[in-house]
């Protein structure tokens, strides 16, 4: 996973994941190990890194091809796989062909969830 860091001079450094556990993401920057919360870069694709003063840690935004699987969910750019779960399976639930719903438009909305969940890494 790729991480970006933004200071306060607008210079934007792309950053390596260098350890992963279920609450951090550790990262090196100026030569030392920082980290941020895992949690709050799911939850709003920015986090600030209380061990990096002067920035913003983003998690990788998905590329141009991601896109418009992320609108066919009704999604944005800065959706996390938890969100892509969850407008999938709001939609999929009205389009389902048990449901009444239409067997083109549900294999158009799990292609966009697949496509879009490989993206993120989810």
Do not use: N
């Not at 003063?53 to 750019?77: F, H, K, W």
């Amino acid at each position: 996973m790729t991480l970006f860091f933004l200071d306060l001079e607008c210079r934007w450094q792309s950053l390596e994941v260098t350890r992963e556990t279920p609450s951090r993401l550790y990262f090196v920057i100026d030569g030392r190990q920082r980290f941020v919360s895992r949690t709050e870069l799911d939850q709003h694709g920015v986090a600030m890194s209380r061990a990096v003063t002067g920035g913003l840690v983003y998690r990788e935004i998905p590329s141009e091809a991601t896109e418009p699987a992320l609108v066919a969910l009704g999604l944005d750019a800065m959706a996390t796989p938890a969100d892509v779960r969850r407008a999938y399976r709001t939609l999929a639930k009205v389009a389902h062909p048990d449901a009444g719903g239409s067997h083109q438009r549900f294999l158009e909305l799990h292609a966009a969830y697949v496509a879009a969940m490989q993206a993120l890494g989810g």
